[in-house]
């Protein structure tokens, strides 16, 4: 086995304890929308908007993951990582989010992450993947504080549940991009175009993993509990003082926005300014609710943010490379952005790489396989950026793939693919691309190091 396929990483150091894996949510790849007892999600309803989706699909079927389970796992057994990170669906445990718990749906995903534990896997779950039950949305959703109140007894039953056998849990994936996707842009599930509400509902996803956390700290858990964030380091276009303060603003408004709550106890003064009478409505002890402490931080990676006064910076111009999702290949603002987090917040002790990976357009070849070398060289530079990280000092804990396999990539639909195993949605015929390989020999000779 030679680790020669990711040679710029190879060439870096990883801790001994350094956790590699692979990621996918629920709803992107489970199908059995309304199977066993399953509520609609958001996402569910979201997808019979005509237009939203761009090939007018839907998580209906996705990857059949919900009945081809023990084969995924192990494939991700057989790629030689030590890791899965997964989400649980609420609706498919609580179809309504409140009253009865579906014990069909608890039942799976214990036997998921037993079949981790078999198979010498560590699980690393998340609560909310974006897939409100839809029937909290029509109470209002995260805009409505109940939410927060129904967001703990989740977490509790699912920690009561599971939190003895899996490694971590994460409250939640990416808030921003529930907020302002879901409620500013209107892009994403629920649809909403609101600024003021998409500021509300920042607040109470924060608020609902502090209180989460703290409830779920009184069970004494194995489990490590953190967040996840979409990050992207914010460079300005040019030198100009405009361009500068921009990129301040929406370094703000992505990163500060969630860190300084959850570590500082406050929210940035310049975004709440931006914001005006769109601030969000506080009450009395949530700063302190929300500022809890938390064994890990996970960072979701893709791509640098250029941000210019006037928002003339486009990507596509220019000559950069990009992928299929029209997002800049940027490594070196991976290392930039962990360096930055672990020296503007060292309070976050341990960081992850819980997302980072690329789409590209991979084309089964004649010979049956996916040589997709921009998806490796992709993987290559970006896990040595997280090695050029870890050697400024960065408490890295570990680094897992986006995707297991293609899937249904949220508003573009199944278009887009991110999987470092490509499916057939035909046949859910699933065929590792040579990424995964490469990936499979680079971890196993890393492991492999270990031991001597
Ligand atoms: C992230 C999401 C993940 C996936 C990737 C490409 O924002 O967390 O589900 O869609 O982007």
């Known amino acids: 086995m030679s680790s020669s396929t990711l040679p710029t990483a190879s060439a870096k150091r990883f801790p001994d304890d350094f956790v590699w894996g692979v990621a ?7 199908g059995a929308h309304d199977a066993d007892g399953k509520g609609p999600s958001i996402w569910d309803s979201f997808c ?4 939203v989706i761009a090939d007018g699909s839907s998580g209906d079927v996705a990857c059949e993951h ?4 023990e084969q995924d796992l192990d494939m991700i057994r057989d790629l030689g990582v030590e890791a899965y990170r997964f989400s649980v669906s609420w609706p498919r445990v609580r179809p309504t989010g409140d009253g009865e718990w579906n014990e069909a749906g608890l039942a799976f995903y214990e036997r998921l992450v037993d079949g981790l534990l078999a198979r010498g896997l560590k699980p690393y779950l998340t609560l909310n993947h974006w897939d409100l039950p839809q029937a909290l949305q029509d109470i209002g959703g995260w ?3 109940a939410t927060v109140e129904r967001f703990v007894e989740y977490a509790v039953g699912i920690a009561k549940r599971l939190g003895h056998k899996v490694v971590s849990i994460a409250t939640h994936n990416e808030p921003w991009v529930v907020a302002q996707l879901g409620h500013e842009t209107g892009v994403f599930a629920p649809g909403l175009k609101d600024r003021r509400l998409a500021a509300q509902v920042s607040h109470h996803l924060l608020l609902s993993h502090g209180l989460a956390v703290t409830a779920m700290r009184e069970l004494q858990l194995k489990a490590s ?8 380091p914010m460079y300005p276009a040019t030198d100009s003082d405009a361009d500068r303060a921009k990129a301040r603003l929406e370094d703000g408004k992505l990163r500060r926005w969630y860190m300084d709550p959850l570590f500082n106890g406050h929210y940035p003064q310049d975004v709440i300014e931006h ?7 506080v009450e009395a002890g949530d700063m302190d609710r929300i500022r809890v402490p938390i064994d890990f931080v996970g960072i979701n990676y893709y791509s640098r943010g250029m941000a210019s006064a006037d928002n003339s910076f486009d990507p596509k111009t220019g000559g950069l490379e990009l992928t299929d999702m029209g997002w800049e290949v940027y490594p070196q603002g ?26 590209f357009p991979d084309p089964v070849g004649a010979d049956g396989r996916v040589h997709d070398e921009d998806r490796t060289r992709y993987l290559d530079t970006h896990i040595a950026a997280v090695g050029d990280a870890i050697a400024q000092g960065v408490p890295m804990g570990g680094y897992m793939v986006w995707s297991l396999m293609d899937n249904f990539e949220w508003a573009s639909g199944y278009e887009k693919r991110f999987g470092i195993v490509h499916v ?3 046949t859910q015929r699933r065929t590792p691309k040579d990424s995964a390989l490469a990936y499979r020999d680079f971890v196993l000779a890393r492991r492999a190091a270990r031991q001597v």
Do not use: C
Request: proline share 5%; aromatic share 12%.
């Open 424 to 426: 057939d949605y035909a």
């Open 48 to 51: 019979r908007q005509p237009g």
């Open 143 to 145: 805009g409505n504080r």
């Open 275 to 281: 914001l005006g009478d769109d601030a969000p409505y």
């Open 66 to 69: 919900y009945a081809r389970w």
């Open 334 to 359: 991976l290392t930039d952005l962990l360096v930055s987090v672990h020296r503007d917040y060292p309070a976050a002790k341990r960081l992850y790489v819980t997302e980072n990976g690329g789409a």
């Open 24 to 30: 996918t949510s629920a709803f992107q790849i489970e």
């Open 225 to 232: 509990l953190g967040i996840v964030l979409n990050m992207a």
